[in-house]
């Protein structure tokens, strides 16, 4: 793969050895991991693995290589940071990281996996831990240790029936990604009473017939109270109406009563003298002289 050109170096990430690590920097862990793989390449020589380590180091873990010497060998350059920035943990040490871990706030079923991966690989790696009880010591301890009550729940039944942790990883990260998708869809909905106002904002024209239609409804608002005002100027002008046409009515009442009673006195004499004046013709025929 590489025999035929003696001058490509295969290219590592950057390790510094820093704290807190500087930017583009991987973990020791995973730095190591690209080394190791490159050393087991055969067409990797050692010239060339040892440039292709000089050149993925910076910082504390590049003055390293200084205590080493220019002649270092891959071997006595990787014991030498090793000894500075590999694993110590203990088997004890690593199943009490293992067991005490729970998936963070912020952190996702993946990344959450990922890290509890990590610690049984090293064990497995150091000889502390045999690499066939890995499958069962993840399943439980990942599904059991989810921070999400409600991803349980709806994952219960797969951490029943499947037996694989990747299998089962890959099938949790499915409904972790349906609630998200769920939770995220309920938070974008505006609520009723700022509906209108988001639209609004949004589009200039419904903007400008919201405008004209609250100064409708403004002057519809002006000519309602007018028009109440109106309405009781007018009844009052009605109660005052009906209180003089009521007045009216007793004042002419009385002014009928009052020729009634003249009428009648004025004919009674009229029949009176008129019924005297006939008798007293008739008695003065009657009686000549």
């Not at 793989?37 to 067409?43: A, F, P, T, V």
Request: net charge positive; aromatic share 6%.
């Amino acid at each position: 793969m590489y025999g035929g050109n003696s001058q490509y170096i295969p290219k590592v990430p950057q390790f510094s050895g820093e704290e807190p690590p500087l930017k583009g920097d991987v973990s020791y862990a995973e730095w190591r991991y690209e080394i190791r793989c490159l050393n087991r390449d055969s067409d990797i020589t050692s010239s060339t693995l040892v440039q292709a380590i000089r050149r993925s180091l910076r910082g504390i873990a590049r003055r390293t290589l200084l205590t080493v010497g220019d002649k270092a060998s891959p071997v006595e350059i990787l014991g030498k940071l090793d000894s500075l920035f590999g694993d110590i943990s203990t088997h004890g040490m690593l199943m009490q990281e293992f067991f005490n871990s729970s998936q963070k706030s912020n952190e996702s079923a993946t990344a959450f996996g990922c890290r509890l991966e990590a610690l049984l690989q090293t064990a497995i790696e150091s000889g502390s831990l045999h690499k066939s009880a890995k499958n069962d010591l993840m399943r439980h301890k990942f599904w059991t240790s989810l921070r999400s009550d409600k991803l349980k729940s709806q994952t219960r039944h797969k951490y029943d029936t499947i037996t694989s942790f990747n299998e089962l990883l890959r099938e949790i990260r499915i409904v972790e990604k349906e609630l998200n998708i769920s939770s995220t869809a309920g938070a974008s909905q505006p609520k009723k009473g700022h509906q209108h106002a988001i639209s609004v904002e949004s589009d200039p024209q419904i903007a400008s017939v919201t405008e004209m239609e609250d100064k409708f409804v403004k002057k519809l608002e002006s000519l309602e109270q007018k028009n109440s005002q109106l309405e009781s100027k007018l009844d009052k002008i009605l109660n005052k109406l009906g209180s003089q046409s009521t007045s009216d009515k007793a004042d002419a009442g009385q002014r009928s009563g009052q020729n009634k009673g003249r009428g009648r006195g004025g004919y009674n004499k009229s029949r009176g003298r008129g019924k005297w004046n006939n008798k007293g013709k008739a008695k003065n025929e009657d009686h000549p002289n």
